[in-house]
């Protein structure tokens, strides 16, 4: 438990010699990001993600066969959206493959820039989802998802891929075993799971209460915040900045 702790309080204020420095507590609120963008995608864009797509390939399987209550158009847009996201991302990687800070804070102001459009779209049509204001949010949002998830990688901050779970949880259970011995970073991987949640569940509230603008407005301050406190953050030369080896 000590250990953990430990490792939460790490990632939450990194200490001045960490390799990472400020990278895991902003990579933590784009995980936030990722949960709040997830609850908008499913309970309101017709049960479609832009960020997990392992779900959405599940979903297109399921549109196919003929369930019902899912769209195989926007489960398609969706995951092509975060193709060309990522492929954005790839290409904003390679740019700025010398300086970790100056990477981070570019793919968050563009994030911002779509996220803006749509608060802007879902505004004007008084929080109502036609068919034009969903597309509009899954190409938006999806883009942005391909990009942040290119980027993370890129970044390379172990456990902190801010949109994937699965191997997380998978590390934190298996690197546990008496065999595999104590895990390494719990803390943060624990971290990682519930600021997803954390996003998840005020997300789903917001969304289930009628208020997706608000919804939309909370991932756009997130991702300001981040990409401003980058900005400031980077414009050193700390050792964080550098690429990992």
């Avoid at 993600?49 to 003929?66: E, P, R, S, W």
């Avoid at 801010?162 to 298996?174: N, P, S």
């Avoid at 603008?213 to 300001?224: E, F, M, P, S, W």
């Amino acid at each position: 438990m000590r250990r953990l702790l430990t490792d939460a309080v790490h990632t939450l204020a990194p200490p001045r010699e960490d390799r990472h420095g400020p990278l895991p507590p902003l990579m933590l609120a784009l995980t936030v990001v990722t949960g709040l963008v997830d609850a908008v995608s499913y309970l309101a864009l017709g049960h479609v993600f832009v960020a997990n797509m392992t779900g959405n390939v599940v979903f297109l399987g399921f549109a196919l066969a003929g369930a019902p209550n899912l769209s195989a158009l926007a489960s398609v847009v969706a995951l092509a959206v975060f193709l060309l996201g990522a492929l954005a991302g790839g290409r904003l990687g390679t740019r700025f493959a010398t300086h970790r800070g100056h990477l981070l804070r570019m793919a968050t102001a563009a994030q911002t820039v779509l996220v803006a459009v749509t608060v802007v779209v879902t505004a004007v049509a008084g929080g109502r989802v036609t068919t034009g204001v969903q597309y509009t949010l899954i190409v938006c949002l999806g883009l942005g998802l391909g990009l942040q998830n290119a980027v993370a990688r890129r970044l390379g901050v172990p456990d902190l891929t801010t949109t994937v779970l699965t191997l997380t949880l998978t590390g934190l259970a298996a690197d546990s075993t008496p065999a595999g011995g104590a895990a390494p970073r719990p803390g943060r991987r624990m971290l990682s799971v519930l600021a997803m949640l954390l996003g998840a569940l005020v997300g789903a509230e917001l969304v289930l209460h009628g208020r997706l603008v608000l919804t939309l407005g909370l991932v756009l301050l997130l991702l300001a915040l981040v990409s401003v406190v980058t900005h400031r953050l980077s414009a050193t030369e700390a050792v964080w900045i550098r690429p990992p080896s």
